[in-house]
């Protein structure tokens, strides 16, 4: 199935039961009205947890309606992060959602060894654009978790991204490993890396895709530009998932999307016991009710 637009995935959602998310840090504009709206479209049943008057205060400001909205109150930030992972630790809740916490204080406790949310995989992050001058969804991996990936750190992001975009009806994703090159130049360790990549695809060490690399972004995008450059891929001007070589190109690559573009997008970790909604600050609270349906769309 070829998803076109970030709103198809709603579609996914029939027949699936109603998830309980829990936002650590629930006293932030954007986070609270993206929950409570994803709660009013019956996309998640919402938890906050957080500074209960601060929550109470940013929902009166902007007339967010608290009605029937579970609330447990903690006014310390890492004692509210450690008890939203607890719950999805234990099973009190199906999702969790980063609110008004720092990224890397969200990522600590959800690492945590005795009560976290790691599973012995490698926990990564995708991100899934929707952007005007391209055919269908472009997911593309990892813009904020894993800082440099080595070659095995690599093929766990790519299965990470492929079983969810598998979830997500997309059977069989074409993979395009970037490099600045689309030739192996054995002094760009991202061009060696999308080298092995391919071929362990092409022996069946890596499955449920197609994978090529490197390519460079053009070749990845377009097949016009391949073709101008004599390349002949399956994925080139096709890709499904883009593969970055590291988090600066991948974050760059995000912001550039966004705010170049207007690409809409839609974010998350995954690889860990339950999907973890983890936007950017400065992401729009569009991008967050987004990365909630992604959340819901993508799990069992
Ligand atoms: N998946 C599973 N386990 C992991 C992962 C992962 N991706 N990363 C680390 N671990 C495990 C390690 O095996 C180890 O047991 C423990 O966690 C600690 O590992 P460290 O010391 O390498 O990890 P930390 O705590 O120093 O850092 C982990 C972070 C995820 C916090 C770090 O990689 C990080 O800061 N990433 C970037 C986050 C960020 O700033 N993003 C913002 C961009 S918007």
Redesign the pocket.
């Known amino acids: 199935m070829e998803l076109k637009k970030l709103e198809d995935l709603k579609r996914l959602l029939k027949d699936k039961p109603v998830k309980k998310l829990v936002l650590a840090a629930a006293q932030d504009k954007q986070s609270l009205g993206a929950v409570l709206k994803a709660g009013a479209d019956n996309i998640i049943e919402p938890v906050l947890i957080g500074d209960k008057e601060e929550i109470i205060k940013v929902a009166g400001k902007f007339d967010y309606d608290l009605t029937g909205i579970s609330i447990i109150h903690e006014k310390d930030l890492e004692k509210t992060t450690e008890l939203a992972v607890k719950m999805v630790n234990k099973g009190e809740a199906d999702v969790l959602m980063k609110g008004k916490v720092g ?2 204080i969200l ?2 406790y959800v ?1 945590n ?1 005795e009560w976290g949310l ?1 599973t012995g ?4 992050h995708v991100a899934l654009f929707e952007v005007n001058t391209y055919h269908k969804l472009i997911a593309v991996t990892d ?5 440099a990936p080595n070659l095995q750190d690599k093929i766990s992001i790519v299965n990470n991204s492929v079983q969810c975009l598998n979830m997500l009806g997309v059977m069989m994703p074409k993979v395009a490993v970037l490099g600045a090159v689309e030739m192996v130049n054995e002094s760009m360790q991202a061009t060696l890396d999308a080298a092995l990549l391919s071929k362990m695809n092409q022996r069946k060490q890596i499955k449920n895709c197609i994978i090529d690399g490197p390519l460079a972004f053009d070749n990845a995008v377009s097949l016009q530009s391949a073709k101008h450059k004599g390349i002949i891929s399956e994925v080139a001007g096709d890709t499904d998932l883009l593969l970055m070589p590291d ?1 600066e190109v991948g ?1 760059v690559l995000y912001k550039s999307l966004v705010f170049f573009a207007r690409a809409k997008v839609a974010s998350m970790i995954l ?1 860990a016991l339950s999907p973890i909604v983890l936007t ?1 600050r400065s992401d729009s609270e569009q991008a967050k009710y987004d990365s909630i349906l992604l959340a819901a769309a993508s799990s069992k």
């Open positions: 990224t890397s990522l600590k690492l060894k790691r995989n490698l926990l990564s813009v904020a978790m894993n800082i988090i974050n690889g950017s």
